[in-house]
Structures are given as C-alpha cells and as structure tokens.
T-cell receptor, first 112, second 112 residues
Framework: AQSVTQLGSHVSVSEGALVLLRCNYSSSVPPYLFWYVQYPNQGLQLLLKYTSAATLVKGINGFEAEFKKSETSFHLTKPSAHMSDAAEYFCAVSGSFQKLVFGTGTRLLVSP | EPEVTQTPSHQVTQMGQEVILRCVPISNHLYFYWYRQILGQKVEFLVSFYNNEISEKSEIFDDQFSVERPDGSNFTLKIRSTKLEDSAMYFC??????????FGQGTRLTVV
C-alpha cells in the first residue's frame, strides 16, 4: 500500500522568497515520486519525477525536489517564488508508473 | 507537443441519467486512466486500462462505472445512473511504458 502526506494545505510566501512544500510518502516497494501542479481551472501538469536515479531532481519552472529515503520525504523547493507560481501542488507516489496515489495538495499563495 | 484531450469541458446532467466522458489519449501511449477530484479534495484514482481491459480499479469504480476504448483513439468513461455525489472533475490520463502519466484538462461533471 502507498500513501502520501502533504503537510500544510496552504503555504504563503512573498515574491522572491524560498518556496518549500513538504511531502512524506509511505510505500512497501521502491517508490516513484512525482510533483504535479494545477493552475485554476486547468489539468495536472508534471513538475518533476523521481524514478530511482539521481536523488536531487530538477523540474520545470525552477523547481527541484530531493528524495530522502531515510526521512521518507520528497519536498519540493524553489529558491525564489514568482507570482506565477501561485497554484495547487500535488505530490504523488506510485509503485510503478501506473496508479498514482495523490496527496491532499498544497495551495501556494504568493504575495507581492 | 502531444496532449490528452477531454470533451466536454463541462457537463451538467440530471440525477439518474447516463453520462459519457470522452478522452483522446496521446497517440503512442498504451496505458489509460481515469481519476476524479471532488471539489476541494484530492485527486483519486478510478481505473487503469491496458491492452483493451481494466488492469486495476479502485473501490470507487463500482458497477455504475465502465470504461471503453471504442476505436483506436478514444477512451471513454460511462456513468450509468449518476448520483449527486458523482459531481467532480474527471481527469483522463495516458502513459507509455515506464513513463509518467500525462493528464488532460478535465471534465467538470455537475449532477443536479
């Protein structure tokens, strides 16, 4: 069985500040981990993925995430937030590439 | 860039009516999925489909749901007798072998 916990339903940052969105996973098999972003009234767009290669994964729009097995974490970071980063972010886990199990999501609010 | 296309973007239906949600997956993909997102909640897996049959389904995917790939391009989700609680955003996704899922923009289903 697999699950994902995203700490914080809302995260507020100022433009230019560090973005940190937390994700902890549970998996009985080596996991594949994903971060998806959802802009208002749009679908899910893949930001980045971990597939057992490099533990530091770089994605689109300047985001990156680090897989830490000892902490069962896959936190998403971005050094400097932009207004355009305001969206809902979902962490997801899979035992293969099929059947994603999503977290509850974190809404990122960016203030000027 | 190839994308998953869903139609319609919004569907309103009366309780008890049948509804069919349509999806055109990315052309060389082999795995197809439906997920749903009830307003304000997390994205939930419904069903995966491979080689013209269901490969996995969730507890949500009961007898009132069915999926079909009627031709070489479309992938449909049918809800036989809609209930108020079926109101949600329904996402179609597709993937190739050992790749991440690509999501469509979603169909917002409103049952009245």
């Amino acid at each position: 069985a697999q699950s994902v916990t995203q700490l914080g339903s809302h995260v507020s940052v100022s433009e230019g500040a560090l973005v940190l969105l937390r994700c902890n996973y549970s998996s009985s098999v080596p996991p594949y981990l994903f971060w998806y972003v959802q802009y208002p009234n749009q679908g899910l767009q893949l930001l980045l993925k971990y597939t057992s290669a490099a533990t530091l994964v770089k994605g689109i729009n300047g985001f990156e995430a680090e897989f830490k097995k000892s902490e069962t974490s896959f936190h998403l970071t971005k050094p400097s937030a932009h207004m355009s980063d305001a969206a809902e972010y979902f962490c997801a886990v899979s035992g293969s590439f099929q059947k994603l199990v999503f977290g509850t999501g974190t809404r990122l609010l960016v203030s000027p | 860039e190839p994308e998953v296309t869903q139609t319609p973007s919004h569907q309103v239906t009366q309780m008890g009516q049948e509804v069919i949600l349509r999806c055109v997956p990315i052309s060389n993909h082999l795995y197809f999925y439906w997920y749903r997102q009830i307003l304000g909640q997390k994205v939930e897996f419904l069903v995966s489909f491979y080689n013209n049959e269901i490969s996995e389904k969730s507890e949500i995917f009961d007898d009132q749901f069915s999926v079909e790939r009627p031709d070489g391009s479309n992938f449909t989700l049918k809800i036989r007798s809609t209930k108020l609680e079926d109101s949600a955003m329904y996402f179609c996704a597709s993937s190739a072998v050992s790749t991440e899922a690509f999501f469509g923009q979603g169909t917002r289903l409103t049952v009245v």
